[in-house]
């Protein structure tokens, strides 16, 4: 079992910046890759960072580069997503996720992840 704690989150202009964090507890050699995935209203959840525990597996998808980084504390089994320039289109609940496995593709696939933080929201407004 993997317990996963979302904090941070918020309300933002567009342009601005938010960080969330992630921390895991449990059977992180097991489950040690995690991922952020987002939820848009009337949309599916898509992931968007990739990162592991103790490995340097890490991934991003397109429309987050340049603009998210992923940073992680092995000693806290935490990680951190830095978003900047954020858009209208970031709105949504961020979760965050934990699979095992290795660092391969797919890794965005929801369906590779047994565990889920129970999310938060992100609204970034015009």
């Known amino acids: 079992q993997v317990h996963l704690v979302e904090s941070g989150g918020g309300s933002v202009q567009a342009g601005g910046s938010l960080s969330l964090s992630c921390a895991a507890s449990?059977?992180?050699?097991?489950?040690?890759?995690l991922a952020w995935f987002r939820q848009a209203p009337g949309k599916e959840r898509e992931g968007i960072v990739s990162t592991a525990l103790g490995d340097t597996c890490r991934s991003y998808t397109g429309s987050v580069v340049g603009r998210f980084k992923i940073s992680k504390d092995d000693t806290k089994n935490t990680i951190t997503l830095q978003m900047n320039r954020l858009t209208p289109e970031d709105t949504g609940v961020y979760f965050c996720?934990?699979?095992?496995?290795?660092?391969?593709?797919?890794?965005?696939?929801?369906?590779?992840?047994?565990?889920w933080g129970q999310g938060t929201q992100v609204t970034v407004s015009v």
């Open positions: 449990g059977d992180i050699y097991t489950y040690k890759y």
């Open positions: 996720a934990a699979r095992s496995g290795d660092c391969t593709a797919p890794f965005f696939d929801a369906s590779r992840f047994s565990f």
